[in-house]
């Protein structure tokens, strides 16, 4: 393999292969890890039920930073940063879709696309907010330092340093990028500096024929001055720049890892965030494996350390030198695999146009889009994940012995008796007692539960649609404000039902 390639695709893998490693441990303390997984804390994947390695918003949002920088690129504009910049917002706002609405393809977004990206993965709060003020075309006002704006700069380095711009300054313009698109949503110094320094960071790896530990330390020694000189009236600098000094120092030192990023902070916010991914990559620069098993086996945000710690490693050493445990089963490696080849400028260019120009999913694997796979509930529930519920059609008096209803009595904890409402890992809907407008109120009843109930997952069946005589025409309008919820599935039938009555509306 070509070895700028292997870099690239090194970054983008390793930072999602440390994003999957650590969203498993993400709110644990260091002391439950341990109880959990043993000494040393967590080293495999925790596989889904699907056999996948999951990853968080961290990996979803750093796809959806490549999708903008490629879109300007691909329009010739990729030295101009306000373009550059116009298109990260888009991409993000396309991204704040998947985690609020219902699964349809933004039409600028090609990775919107994507079935698997359509799951609400912990984002973060400061995101959210931000985005949403974006959307309605109101302001963005915080003060918020999360490492929700670092976390995700990757690609802006990678396609930087694989795709060099003559007569350009090149250190200034991903500096500048970077930055800015922390700013999107984060309007603090501290991550503003931290992202413009991920970014050249990642940017220098992979200019570089071989970064040793003091290789490393240079490209931030020599990356410092200018991330700081962009924002030159900033009072956190001195303070941004003494604690990613002292996270190279105790990368050459004696302390043990814990200690030293304790030391360091927990990653809740950006600069911690990156004080700790570069202390895990200077002091395990040769081996991937031990990098990713420090960044992720603390006390804080163990997917963001992890995800940034990847990120630089895998430019580092490449692709193939990542080992093959955090290859396999990591959720969509050949798609992330795709998207780095995209920002090393190594894809075809019928792909290229297809995605930043036409935005559509050219190269993914047909089962993999929502055109031909929306997340419909599915005909034959025998069994559900901790965080889904079964929605079935009841009588008032709970008589739970025909249908779905059956079902939830013996697989799913309907309680006999009651006919309206949660219970176990069903809720009923009463659909026996009149006509479709006696269904309404309690279908009205549990959006509203959903509603409340955002990390939870509601499998709607056809209620109404079996024993008790309804059509799918009749039943399916009740359930329109369902189409802008991201947490709960209908069936097919209701959904193409509804969607043809909007298209004709």
Known sequence: MDRLLDWCRGSLIGGAAGDALG???EFSSRKEIIRRFGDGGIKEYSLDREGRARFSDDTQMTLFTAEGVLTAAAKGEAEDPVTVLKEIEKSYISWYATQTAFQLPMPGSWLSNIRDLWSRRAPGNTCLTALRQLKEGRVVKNDSKGCGGVMRVAPIGIYYGANPLPGTDEERLVAEIAGGSAEITHHNDMSTFASALAALVIFKCIREQEVSR???REIVVDSMPLVLDLWPESKAAKKFGELINEAMDLAESEVGDFEAILKLGEGWVAEET???????????????????????NHDGDSDSTGSLAGNIIGAIVGYDAIPEKFKTHLELHDVIISIADDLAGASSPEQLDSRYIHHKPFGVPENLTIFSNMKFTPENITELAPDEIFVFGSNLAGCHAGGAARIARQRFGAIEGQGIGLQGQSYAIPTMQGGVETIKPYVDEFLDVAEECDQTTFLVTRIGCGIAGFTDEEIAPLFRRALSMYNVRLPES???????DRKEG
Do not use: N, S, W
């Open 23 to 25: 969203y498993e441990v």
């Open 274 to 296: 990156i004080a700790i991914a570069l202390y895990c990559v200077m002091r395990y620069i040769d081996d991937f494996g031990k990098c990713l098993i420090c960044a992720v």
């Open 214 to 216: 003091a290789k490393l």
């Open 494 to 500: 209701f959904v193409r039902i509804l969607l043809a």
